[in-house]
Every structure is written in structure tokens, then in C-alpha cells.
Nanobody
Framework: QVQLVESGGGLVQAGGSLRLSCAAS????????MGWYRQAPGKQRELVAT???????NYADSVKGRFTISRDNAKNTVYLQMNSLKPEDTAVYYC?????????WGQGTQVTVSS
């Protein structure tokens, strides 16, 4: 099993920045892919960004050029740097890990962007 704990959410004004962290209980070097998803009220959970064990990245079109996903294998942590935040980025952000054909989720962290 993999346990994931997110942190770094909060309230920020439009145009501001936040960095989310996701600490994994297992060595993330062995995890095939990790990612960030978000869910706004009344909407489905959607992909934000993913990063593979070889550090290949993928982003939703809505965040390209503003968000950066990265990983620190030594700290078993994945980060999401969010710049130029917009009110539409407001959501609960979830960390995910694909390991041994299962997807694990963190508990989520709230990001609120005020206009």
C-alpha cells in the first residue's frame, strides 16, 4: 500500500502562487506514476498533471505554462508549483500514485483563489 499526505493548500489572490506537496509512505522511485487531480464543487475530478518514474510530465491544457509538477525521490515527495493562479483553479487538489496496478489517493487539500 501507498499512503499519501498532501499539504500546501490555502487561500490566495488571483495572480498569486502556491506550492503543493505530496509525501508518500513508500519509496516513490518504484511508483510508476504520480499525479495531481482536482475537483471543484459540482464538478468531476479532473487531471491536473502527472509525472512518471522517469520524470516525464503531462499537463492539462488549462494549466500548461502556469503549473509545474516535480518529484524528489530522496524525500519521497511530489510537488505542484502553481503560478498565475485564477479563480477557476479553486478546488480540492488530490495527489495520486499508480502502484502495482492500483491507484492510491491522498485526502486532498483545498486551494481557494479569490478574484
Amino acid at each position: 500500500q501507498v499512503q499519501l499526505v498532501e499539504s500546501g493548500g490555502g487561500l490566495v489572490q488571483a495572480g498569486g502562487s502556491l506550492r503543493l506537496s505530496c509525501a508518500a509512505s513508500s519509496t516513490i522511485f518504484t511508483i510508476k506514476s504520480m499525479g495531481w487531480y482536482r475537483q471543484a464543487p459540482g464538478k468531476q475530478r479532473e487531471l491536473v498533471a502527472t509525472i512518471t518514474s522517469s520524470s516525464s510530465t503531462n499537463y492539462a491544457d488549462s494549466v500548461k505554462g502556469r503549473f509545474t509538477i516535480s518529484r524528489d525521490n530522496a524525500k519521497n515527495t511530489v510537488y505542484l508549483q502553481m503560478n498565475s493562479l485564477k479563480p477557476e483553479d479553486t478546488a480540492v487538489y488530490y495527489c495520486s500514485a499508480d502502484y502495482m496496478r492500483l491507484r492510491y489517493w491522498g485526502q486532498g487539500t483545498q486551494v481557494t483563489v479569490s478574484s
